[in-house]
């Protein structure tokens, strides 16, 4: 029998059929709290309170195993995971226009960018047709970072690196700081870009256009450039045929429902105030 052949569901180490790297997001009953959510993880919980940041790193795991739930809906099922998303930003990041990287700190932007999704490992991503509000969403993720900068790091070279994390984390919830304002454009410009690239390998027949919509949201005139050109690469694929559009043209068959989910979600955002 070749190593890798079954019988009744069974590989040759004992492991039954079943997919390993699936790894669900942790299902909370009545309010949702992050010891309901660790508790119900299947390795068990993590290591709280040591001085090893092992704990930490096997929570990370679930940053590469976990889908973005926006493309799902389209029944893009195998699609990118928040690590995935993260670290293109980061790539991203270190390629800020000349006119932006002489007045921000691109290293703490780099460092953002493989932040600022983090509390998803155990909140899961929430998009804005979750039915989700903005306030619980901010709840259940600020106390997921509380937990891993405290409970998970708090004793982690005394705590600094933990803290220096959560900063980090809360400077780009907070949208105030140029670098903040940034990170949150390359965010929605990494939406951008995942969006025509599944719709060019669908061949134009998939039509993701509601996620146009945060071509509107860049804040930054240097992002809006690559915003426009992006936009201008779809328009490009899709000439010739009927499509949806959110980024200023027509507004295609997105619902007025959905266009205020999507605007609370982003409300405050990336924006330039």
Known sequence: MSPSATENGVKPNGVAETDLGVVPVPKVEG???????????????????TSSPIGYFHLLERLKTTKREGWRR???????????????????????????AEKIDVNRCIKMALIHDMAESLVGDITPVDNVPKTEKNRREASTMDYITKRLLGNVDGGKQG????????????????????????????LLLQMVE?????????DLGEFTFVKTKVGLDEMRAWADEIIQEREEFWAGKEHI???????????????????????????KE
């Open 163 to 190: 803290e220096q994390i959560r900063a980090i984390w809360q400077e780009y919830e907070d949208s105030k700081t140029l670098e903040s304002l940034f990170v949150h454009d390359i965010d929605k410009i990494e």
């Open 74 to 100: 389209f029944d893009i099922n195998r699609g990118e995971s928040i690590s995935d998303h993260m670290y293109r930003m980061s790539m991203m990041t270190m390629l800020a226009p000349a006119s932006l």
């Open 31 to 49: 309010d949702w709290t992050v010891d309901k959510a660790v508790d119900s993880i299947s390795t068990g919980k993590y290591t709280e309170g």
């Open 198 to 206: 599944y719709e060019k390998r669908g061949k134009g027949k998939l």
């Open 245 to 271: 559009r959110r980024d200023g043209g027509d507004v295609g068959t997105i619902t007025q429902e959905k266009e205020k989910m999507q605007e609370a979600y982003y409300a405050g955002h990336g924006r």
